[in-house]
């Protein structure tokens, strides 16, 4: 081998002490870019540059670190995407202990804590608390020194945790190294590492895609990201922080009020709950508390409770601790979302598209605020995925307002008598044949509106108020009108007589005549109202109203092509072939003709020129609540101006109109810097396009 050419085992070239030089000038200053870039991305919820200009910047840091690996700092932006396995998590001592808080369960509970806080203190006035909400996460310290981070721990046992350093360099909320000029020396900062709601939907979506076991709840996932000895792992799941407490602090005073410290925190870069207050007394703590309990299910993340602090740390130093505890703060909690109880027996639901749904039939457990006595096991894989048996034990989630799900067996209370699930091999209704379409997890009965129970949920829908919107025609009227055989199908609806109506139960006279007035008034509609009551499989509410808009005639409709019915804003192929599917069915045909020839009509729609679809091109979403309008209006108006309207928020998405108590979407959009519209500025674009959403 020649000796000019370098050898693998040379030593790489010493780089020239002036080329050195400038490359640490550029590498410090790209630190302090890519910081400020994050903490505006992911802790201001305010994007400071484009994506492109931050993945610029990572690349020509990364760029210069392997060309000069001396400038390979911990703190670098680069540290975030983890690092090499580890073999094992180190131990940490806490310096000082990681405490846990006492419980307050009822609102006498706050009434005693505030009194026994007051009689310690002796202080004549009320005391202000610092409120915010308890996050269902994991507690971690994370200690800086000169500004830097060089340790995060677990809280372990409070004396003891573990060193996830590699894991927390990863959450991109956390400051690798403080913003700011002036920091302490030491200084330890305590709070939540927790997963955002629509983070961990995603991940167990993914979970279950995969054929994988799915997390429990936010707090599970968020646990078992961070107990991953890979970091690229975690680096992976979208974890958050959120502090709320010193820990140690060294060569510093801080501010006299803990409401003031957080502020301060804030300033160093981190992220402070946005709910955090200060209140007087008790009777404050429990106006917060009322308060917070409304929204939290609006909440982007998980809260199972409230933190009250007397906010005055030299009161805090005067109450001190007892047991573990510190005498100035209390977790006042919530109704827990998750309870244990037997699964007596599991029935089969059909749906009003066929579905079999396997709903568990439970012993009544008070969870998440009401009494449960069903939760859905959704299908037979969940019930596979879940391994449950009839007589198990099981844990039941119920979050927020949604439906009640069993998400674990408890194996080790499973009795020796438990049966075995057994899908029906037939409609557990009407008998008929059952099928399981290829790609789906759901099993539907074939027989269409033979099925009682389709028919009935059919009827049900075709009534509700987005499609022919019949007022007073309940659910428990359609299940009687079936059931006595006065109703087979949609048009049967408009030849019902008052004596029929009459004699059913809970109709008097006056409701009876009502209800007729009711079915006669609406058979006038829109077409998009009328596409949407048919029960087309896809085709909701926004679909149909793009379809409304894009053939203005019914007769065009059911004659268009797979080609012609792509075209139409938000309709993919999928939907495209059940709507053709829809169509080509003789019986639908006679439904559709059915109904027409009873009177049900809807007004000529004419086309729309340019200059009145000024939105086109651009989708929106709509969430939240609006105090002006409802949902369905908004959405009606924005597609009336062109504009697509989706369900979700994704970087397609032109802009967000968010309502009162927007949740995960305002998250979302907020991530990805869209435009966001509250309700007056949706009122105001309104306006700019000539509509009044008064009239
Ligand atoms: O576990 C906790 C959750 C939230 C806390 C806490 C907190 O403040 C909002 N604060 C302290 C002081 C402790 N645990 C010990």
């Not at 998590?89 to 806080?117: C, I, K, W």
């Not at 009020?257 to 007394?281: C, D, K, P, T």
């Not at 029929?500 to 006279?509: C, I």
């Not at 810097?673 to 509250?678: A, H, M, Q, S």
Request: hydrophobic fraction near 40%; include cysteine; charge should be negative.
């Amino acid at each position: 081998m020649s000796h000019d050419q370098p050898s693998l085992f040379d030593e790489l070239p010493t780089p020239k002490a002036e080329d050195l030089k400038k490359a640490t000038i550029r590498v410090q200053q790209l630190h302090d870019l890519l910081n400020h870039a994050n903490h505006a991305y992911y802790v201001l919820d305010d994007p400071s540059i484009p994506d492109a200009e931050y993945d610029r910047m990572f690349r020509e840091l990364s760029e210069l670190e392997t060309l000069y690996p001396v400038l390979l700092a911990n703190d670098s932006p680069t540290q975030r995407v983890g690092a090499a396995p580890l073999a094992k998590f180190e131990q940490v001592t806490h310096e000082v202990p990681m405490l846990s808080l006492d419980n307050a369960f009822v609102d006498e509970d706050m009434v005693d804590f505030d009194r026994r806080v007051s009689d310690r203190l002796v202080a004549g006035a009320e005391i202000e608390y610092a409120c915010e909400p308890k996050l269902d996460g994991i507690a971690v310290s994370l200690l800086y020194e000169g500004g830097v981070l060089i340790r995060a721990a677990t809280r372990g046992d409070g004396s003891t945790g573990e060193n996830i350093t590699q894991n927390i360099r990863t959450v991109a909320s956390i400051p690798l190294k403080l913003l700011g000029d002036v920091h302490p020396p030491v200084l330890e900062v305590r709070g939540e590492v927790y997963m955002p709601k629509s983070s961990f939907d995603a991940l167990n979506e993914k979970a279950r895609l995969n054929d994988e076991k799915a997390f429990v709840n936010p707090r599970n996932a968020a646990a078992g990201s961070l107990r991953q000895l890979d970091s690229k792992i975690t680096a992976s799941r979208r974890l958050e922080f959120c502090c709320y407490s010193l820990g140690r602090v060294e060569g510093a005073v801080l501010p006299e009020q803990h409401s003031e410290i957080l502020a301060q925190f804030g300033r160093w870069g981190f992220i402070i709950n946005a709910e955090s207050r200060v209140v007087l007394g008790a009777a404050g703590c429990q106006s917060y508390y009322d308060k917070l309990a409304e929204k939290r299910n609006y909440l982007a993340y998980e809260i199972d409770g409230i933190v009250f602090k007397v906010n005055d740390i030299g009161r805090q130093q005067q109450l001190g601790f007892i047991s573990r505890a510190p005498r100035w703060a209390i977790a006042r909690k919530f109704p827990a979302q998750e309870e244990m109880t037997i699964l007596d027996d599991v029935e089969f639901q059909v749906g009003r598209t066929g579905a079999i749904t396997p709903v568990a039939r439970l012993k009544p457990v008070f969870v998440g605020g009401v009494t449960v006595s069903n939760a859905t096991l959704h299908n037979m894989d969940e019930i596979k995925r879940l391994g449950v048996r009839v007589g198990d034990t099981v844990i039941i989630r119920r979050a927020g307002d949604v439906i009640p799900k069993v998400v674990k067996v408890v194996l080790e209370k499973r009795p020796e008598d438990t049966c075995d699930i057994q899908f029906p091999k037939c409609c557990p209704v009407c008998e008929s044949r059952v099928e399981r379409v290829e790609d789906e997890a759901i099993t539907r009965c074939t027989g269409g509106l033979f099925c009682g129970a389709q028919r009935k949920e059919a009827i049900k829908h075709f009534a509700s108020r987005k499609a022919m919107d019949i007022d007073g025609l309940g659910d428990k009227i359609v299940e009687q009108l079936v059931d006595e055989n006065l109703i087979k199908s949609f048009a049967d609806l408009y030849l019902l007589k008052f004596d029929e109506v009459s004699k059913l139960e809970r109709l008097g006279e006056k409701s009876a005549k009502n209800l007729l007035t009711s079915i006669e008034d609406s058979k006038t509609t829109t077409l998009a109202k009328f596409l949407y009551s048919l029960g087309i499989r896809e085709v909701g509410v926004a679909t149909a109203l793009n379809l409304q808009n894009h053939f203005l005639d019914i007769r065009v409709l059911v004659k268009a092509s797979f080609e012609e019915l792509i075209a139409v804003d938000d309709v993919g192929p999928i939907v495209a072939k059940r709507i053709l599917s829809f169509f080509a069915e003789p019986h639908n045909q006679s439904v559709i003709d059915g109904l027409i020839k009873s009177g049900v009509n809807w007004p000529n729609i004419e086309k729309k020129s340019q200059e009145q679809m000024p939105l086109t091109g651009k989708t929106y979403v709509v969430t939240g609540t609006l105090l002006h309008m409802g949902r369905d209006q908004a959405k009606g108006y924005l597609q009336g101006l062109g504009a697509k309207v989706a369900s979700s928020v994704s970087a397609k998405t032109h802009a967000l109109v968010a309502g009162e108590k927007a949740g995960s979407k305002l998250q979302k959009a907020q991530d990805l810097g869209l435009e966001i519209l509250d309700e007056n500025a949706f009122i105001e674009l309104l306006s700019q396009h000539g509509i009044n959403h008064e009239n």
